[in-house]
């Protein structure tokens, strides 16, 4: 799967000052609050997309991807903000090709920005 200019950017792959953005907002609550319902929701949309890959559903693989990359935005995990805005752009353009490898990234990711906000939940900082 080529990547886009969007994903291969030479942007950081995540941005605390998304982070602190929150924490200013609500404090280290809603912080907490938002890493938690991430780190639940991440991987059961991820799994959707292996499911309407699996099952050829392209509404609910863009669906999925879109929701992830949302909410990968508003915490700064930006490199998996683009990776899904990649897949959600591939999906709308009528090609599921190169998805399932994109999902394997994006597993990956998860792991890494699964540690990077544990981190943060845990010092309450960013």
Known sequence: MEQSPIASADLPPTDSAALDRLKRFGGVKLLREMISLFLTA???RLAAVRTGLGTGDAEAVERALHSLKSSSAQLGAMRMQRLSEQGEHRVREGSMDGLAQLADELDLEL?????WLMTASTEGTT
Not at 111 to 115: G, N
């Open 111 to 115: 792991t890494r920005v699964r540690a």
């Open 42 to 44: 991440a991987p059961e």
